[in-house]
């Protein structure tokens, strides 16, 4: 539904530091998708967002909606903003101080070029309102609302004229970590609900994986993978984005031999030969990158451990509780450090001697260079 | 008819048109006096000539720097209640605000203004070439030094000048006579004049002694009563004689000396200090060219050269130039003729020509 | 759907519109300044032959060196001044609970009631020698002791100081108004002290506005002509326009060409100026504290300090307020004035009430003046809103329209008359004597103050309010009335009753431009002062002041009914 195509956008470097920018980033979004863009701060994510709402108008490329042409460079075709059928929500809400929450959420109704009567106005307004629990605060002034209160508002806002398309921008950010949990199940239910096309821009991957249909993983301008949370999470396909998504120990090795897709091979590696799995086909080479989930490692006090697993023996140096989680490092008998996260009340600490083993097909080869 | 009849019936056709034509001419002629002439009219029909032209105008504008309560606008009301037939419209500035307005309207070919009149205004006005010639029979009786010999201005209003002193800090027996005792040390630091704020304050006490003694003496002069560390200020002489009051300073040099004759009547610890000679000005009425209401303007011009115009501005402290008017009864005590001291009457361009190098030597001694 | 292709090179039409108006209005007098700094005049007034010599008597002048000192010395000290009183009278009533602050708003609309020449002299009268002030230390100290000399460097500075505070409190005040108490708030939780909040805080955020205040203030003191003539000429205090002053009334017809050459110079340090400002407040993003995030404005308690900061007002108020009319009032009722003395109290009559009251000329003038300061006002505001909004985001050319907006600064206000009474004069229609035509002027000659007053206010708008309506489908002039003015609004209320109170005291371009039947007061007030009138100017003071104040308080509670909500 949204066609992104080969977008550039170059900003001018300033003081010394280089621009920073999209450099040919592409895109299909589904319609009803919630689709994520995901990466550190300077990776190009606000400024594909903005390209698409029209905030910034990029250097060239392609962005439709639908039937629309949004943007085109090559044919010199612009909408301008506010005749996008796009609503947003800001990282800092945006919220008009000088209005109510009414005037707030029905702004869209009352100023777009579609023109909607008064009854007609206040009607979807107070259903828009009602979505997001705010209906009790209709004639509040919006300056009485709470932080998360406001971000709900700007979502109104945003959906009041039922939008093509929906983009948020850092929405949680600002709220503390609790509100920040409970908001990402809501906005998931309302986006289900209302099934209206998303993306979502966040730095937080923990966030992107828990309410994504998809996310693109952006890295210096560029869409590094795209894939549903679970491929990113467990077949990464570059280094960036194993290091970037989640906890993982990194390994290195050489592969003798070619291999296909999906196939399972010998990396030799300082810890020894382990068995890796490999989503895609690899060429022989030296210094490929193997990651092991920390949750994938199975850590115990006993000599014998079952399995055709890889093996890895080592002392623990470090533990923390985590509630529901327990973290130790421990450092293997070959110098290299692991990090592994087990359920608690395993009577593991630091000083022990254990064995770790994790299976061929959480041991994931990664496509990436060593170093890059 | 025959032919008798035929000739009566031209001789009376001519007889008849003769004296319309006459009449037709003379009407033609009246209306079409210029403004020259109009200002110079001599016949004895003048008054009828005057008020005749003026009914078809209906309006005269003037220019004048008198104060509005007390004498622009009471003289407005008289001649308004002499001449119903005409309005006064009336505005007040400073000389040279009016010269600057003169000279634009002039310059645009707007002339607005019929009348002005003010003091230190004719030799603007005369050498912008704004101004016309201009005769009024009330002026004939006047002094020859008070009416321009050629005829572009006339006066309305005298001022004469001299110190003031602070009662309380100066006795009566100390107060300066002569020129030579503004020199006493006494003195040194508490004399103030006016500078900067045209030609009336510090540049005509310097002009006055230039006239008196020629430059070489009065240089010599200045030069010594640099010594005094007399002080500069810029503003009215009006507010600088409120200074001598208020004990800020014990002598102003220069001032219009009526100013604190009236604050000694109400009790103000200030006195005037007239020394000779006293130097005057007078203030001038003029009329401009292309005047719009040129008749208008010559019944105005009569009327505040006359001694019922006059008689209307001395509430507001003014000196007639008429010398059928005397003074008011509490100004009459610096009247130089009835003081019995010498006046130093400086004629408008006389103040011009000098003021330049007077206000040289000022910034260059008092700096 | 509208396409128009990518990249348009053009530029926005507003800006088009406003900077040809502007141009309009601001090339002719600028054009009438250049010609007469480079040209000799005649007689008659019109422009002679090509000179220099203006530009070569400013620059070969001897004193040049020591009157510049001077200058520099009474223009920053003046603005050190003005700015002190006006950040902590501005931080103390908007940003904390002290009581009583809410008169400081309404003592202030005072204060600007006052004619300029009365409260100068006011204060001239105060500290003079023969003022109470001496007089108080001479009972301390005996005659032999230490006196106050006003008329002195420090006596200009501290005039001109005190006489630009309330236009320093109005602007930071709306300025200090709309800032998110969770900026300061955050830096006490820190454990930063008040003070440490204040200045790393409070006065980074409001640097743009400090920063606009220095500009107005500086250039102000370096072309002003009253206060050095009237304070520093009789202390043998010379700047640069002292001089000026001189070369004007030395010849007649009065000859500006001096002072249109130091006019050129003063335009090319004021471009020089705001080129500096645009860098400083290019990170706009910096100065934005209207969020729509959290947007609370909330006012920090001081607890038992707040005794200390209502005395810190109290003690300024009778130095900005207190003192000038006591003595204005005092004088309002003598015949005479000859210093504050017990003496005097027997003497008291209000004869001068009843003459200014009773002074036709003055009831006549009263409509035309409170009509010029209220179109003035209304022009002025909202004009310099629009084009603050599009210079402070940076719309093409609208750079541009700021340094036209604030050019007037430079011109002398005599100059910026003698021009426009040409420019008037020469129009096809009949403009020139009407009171139409004097508004115009007015509202040139203000333009510079609204522009800052309008920009600070712009500037701290977070861009993403703007952002939120376009992307809710309004299109820029809806942006523009509905959300931007509201917001900008408080900015805009304190800029209509600074330029109405200000503009109906502006003396010196009425004496030219008003005819007979456009008389205002001000020139009642000059006229008055030109003739030494002092007491019955100061009685015509205190009736104008009393009637500004109602025609503000008026006004404010007309817009705090309708607009500002953001308060």
Not at chain 2, 326 to 345: D, R
Not at chain 3, 553 to 566: E, I
């Amino acid at each position: 539904m949204l066609d992104v195509r080969d977008l550039h956008k170059q900003y001018a470097s300033q003081g010394g530091r280089p621009g920073g920018g999209v450099f040919g980033a592409s895109l299909h979004i589904a319609d009803g998708e919630l689709f994520t863009l995901l990466g550190p701060s300077g990776c190009g994510k606000s400024t594909t967002l903005r390209s698409i709402a029209g905030l910034e108008t990029p250097d060239t490329g392609h962005i439709s909606l639908g039937d629309t042409v949004l943007f085109d460079a090559a044919s010199g075709a612009l909408v301008p903003l506010y005749d996008r059928d796009i609503g947003m929500v800001f990282q800092s809400y945006a919220i008009w101080p000088h209005m109510t929450v009414f005037e707030n959420a029905s702004y869209p109704l009352r100023v777009g070029r579609k023109k909607f009567g008064a009854a007609d106005v206040r009607k979807r307004t107070v259903n828009v309102l009602e979505r997001v629990g705010l209906a009790e605060y209709i004639d509040r002034p919006a300056t009485h609302l709470s932080g998360g209160q406001q971000q709900r508002l700007a979502l109104a806002r945003a959906l009041a004229r039922e939008p093509k398309l929906l983009l948020l921008d850092e929405p949680l950010s600002n709220l503390d970590a609790k509100l920040r949990e409970q908001m990402r199940h809501e906005l998931k239910r309302l986006q289900r609900d209302t099934g209206v096309t998303t993306i979502y821009v966040t730095h937080d991957q923990s966030e992107a994986l828990a309410i994504s249909d998809r996310i693109a993983v952006m890295e210096d301008g560029r869409i590094a993978q795209v894939g549903s949370p679970r491929d990113i999470y467990n077949r990464p396909t570059s280094e960036f984005v194993a290091g970037f998504i989640g906890r993982t120990n990194l390994i290195r090795g050489d592969l003798a031999a070619a291999v296909g897709g999906g196939a399972l091979a010998e990396v030799v590696t300082s810890t020894g030969a382990l068995r890796c799995l490999f989503p895609a086909a690899a060429a022989a080479r030296k210094g490929i990158a193997v990651v092991v989930r920390p949750e994938h490692v199975v850590i115990s006090k006993d000599s014998a451990v079952d399995g055709d697993g890889n093996r890895l023996a080592g002392q623990v140096v470090s533990e923390i509780y985590l509630g529901e989680l327990m973290e130790y490092v421990v450092a293997t008998d070959v110098g290299t450090e692991m990090l592994v996260r087990t359920a608690p009340g395993k009577h593991i600490g630091v000083g022990d001697r254990v064995r770790l083993s994790f299976a061929p097909e959480h041991t994931v080869a990664v496509a990436g260079v060593a170093g890059a | 008819m025959n032919a008798h009849q035929s000739q009566c019936v031209w001789t009376r056709a001519v007889t008849g048109l003769v004296p319309a034509l006459a009449v037709l001419l003379w009407t033609f002629a009246a209306v079409a006096l210029t403004p020259e002439e109009i200002a110079t009219y001599n016949g004895p029909d003048r008054q009828k000539v005057l008020e005749e032209g003026a009914k078809k105008e209906g309006r005269v504008a003037i220019y004048s720097g008198m104060i509005v309560d007390q004498a622009l606008r009471p003289m407005a009301e008289a001649f308004e209640k002499k001449y119903p037939f005409l309005k006064v419209d009336y505005w007040r500035g400073a000389s040279p605000q009016i010269i600057q307005k003169a000279l634009a309207e002039a310059r645009a070919g707007k002339v607005q203004v019929d009348v002005l009149e003010s003091t230190s205004l004719a030799p603007g006005l005369v050498r912008g070439g704004v101004v016309q010639k201009f005769h009024s029979p009330e002026s004939d009786s006047y002094p020859k030094h008070l009416v321009d010999p050629n005829s572009m201005w006339a006066s309305t209003r005298l001022s004469y000048f001299g110190a003031a002193i602070n009662t309380e800090m100066v006795k009566k027996e100390e107060a300066p006579k002569t020129w030579d005792d503004l020199l006493n040390p006494k003195w040194k630091g508490k004399i103030a004049w006016r500078v900067g704020g045209g030609d009336t304050g510090a540049e005509l006490f310097v002009t006055n002694l230039r006239l008196l003694w020629g430059d070489e003496k009065a240089e010599a002069y200045i030069k010594k009563l640099a010594g005094q560390d007399v002080v500069g200020y810029t503003s009215s002489a009006r507010q600088l004689v409120n200074q001598v009051m208020a004990g800020e300073y014990a002598i102003a040099l220069n001032i219009f000396l009526h100013h604190p004759l009236i604050s000694a009547q109400k009790g103000a610890p200030v006195a005037p200090n007239p020394m000779e000679p006293i130097p005057s000005l007078n203030g001038t009425v003029l009329m401009a060219k292309s005047a719009p209401h040129p008749y208008a303007a010559m019944l105005l011009i009569d009327f505040m050269l006359s001694k019922d115009g006059q008689e209307t501005f001395l509430a507001g402290d003014y000196f007639p130039a008429n010398p059928a008017l005397e003074p008011s009864k509490e100004l009459k005590a610096i009247v130089p003729s009835v003081i019995g001291m010498k006046e130093q009457f400086i004629s408008p361009d006389e103040v011009n020509d000098m003021n330049k190098q007077s206000s040289e030597w000022i910034k260059k001694y008092f700096r | 759907m509208a396409v128009r292709s990518a990249r348009p090179l053009r530029l926005s039409p507003a800006v088009v519109v406003l900077s040809v108006v502007l141009l309009a209005l601001i090339i002719p007098p600028t054009i009438f300044l250049v010609q007469t700094s480079v040209h000799e005049t005649n007689a008659d007034g019109s422009f002679g032959a090509f000179t220099l010599r203006y530009f070569g008597e400013l620059f070969g002048n001897p004193r040049l060196f020591g009157n510049l000192v001077n200058n520099v010395i009474y223009a920053f000290g003046s603005a050190a001044v003005a700015i002190a009183i006006g950040t902590a009278l501005a931080w103390i009533v908007e940003r904390t609970n002290t009581p009583m602050r809410r008169y400081v708003f309404l003592l202030s609309i005072i204060s600007l009631g006052i004619p300029s020449v009365l409260y100068t002299v006011s204060f001239l009268l105060l500290l003079g020698k023969a003022g109470p002030v001496n007089d108080l230390l001479r009972l301390a100290f005996g005659s032999g002791g230490p006196l106050v000399n006003v008329y002195s460097l420090w006596g200009m500075i501290v005039v001109e100081g005190i006489d630009f505070s309330p236009l320093a409190f109005l602007l930071l005040s709306s300025v200090f108004r709309a800032n998110d108490a969770s900026f300061e708030e955050a830096s006490l939780m820190s454990g930063a002290g008040l003070w440490k909040t204040f200045k790393n805080i409070t006065l980074r955020l409001a640097m743009p506005g400090i920063l606009a205040l220095l500009i107005l203030v500086l250039i102000r003191a370096f072309e002003s002509f009253e206060i050095p003539a009237l304070v520093g000429r009789p202390g043998r205090v010379y700047v640069l326009t002292t001089d000026i002053y001189d070369s004007i009334h030395t010849q007649v017809p009065p000859n500006y060409g001096e002072a249109g050459a130091f006019s050129i110079i003063l335009l090319v340090i004021v471009v020089i100026m705001l080129v500096f400002y645009n860098r400083l407040s290019r990170r706009a993003e910096r100065f934005q504290t209207i969020t729509g995030k959290g947007f609370r404005p909330r006012v920090m308690d001081l607890g038992k300090w707040r005794y200390a900061t209502a005395a810190t007002l109290g003690v300024l108020f009778a130095i900005i307020i207190g003192l000038p009319i006591a003595i204005v009032l005092y004088a309002s009722f003598l015949p005479y004035y000859d210093g504050v003395r017990l003496a005097s109290f027997s003497t008291m009559t209000l004869a001068n009430y009843a003459h200014v009251w009773g002074s036709s000329s003055f009831r006549d003038s009263i409509g035309n003046t409170i009509i010029m300061g209220l179109v003035t006002a209304s022009l002025v505001g909202p004009f310099t809103a629009l084009c603050a909004w599009l210079a402070v985001r940076r719309v093409r050319g609208a750079a541009f329209l700021d340094q036209l907006a604030t050019m007037p600064l430079i011109f002398p206000a005599i100059v910026m008359g003698v021009a426009f009474l040409h420019l008037f004069l020469h129009l096809p229609f009949p403009f020139y004597g009407t009171l139409a035509s004097l508004i115009l002027a007015s509202s040139v000659r203000f333009l510079p103050y609204g522009m800052r007053y309008s920009y600070a206010g712009v500037l701290q708008i977070h861009k993403e309010l703007e952002e939120a309506s376009a992307l809710s489908g309004a299109r820029q002039t809806t942006t523009f009335l509905r959300v931007v003015l509201p917001l900008v609004a408080p900015a805009i209320v304190t800029c209509w009753l600074f330029v109405f109170l200000v503009s109906v005291k502006a003396v010196a371009m009425a004496i030219l431009l008003a005819g007979p039947g456009s008389q205002v007061v001000a020139v009642t007030l000059f006229d008055l002062w030109d003739n030494g009138q002092v007491t019955e100017l100061a009685a015509m003071g205190v009736i104008w002041a009393g009637m500004m104040t109602v025609v503000s308080v008026a006004f404010y509670m007309l817009a705090r009914r309708y607009g500002l909500r953001v308060h």
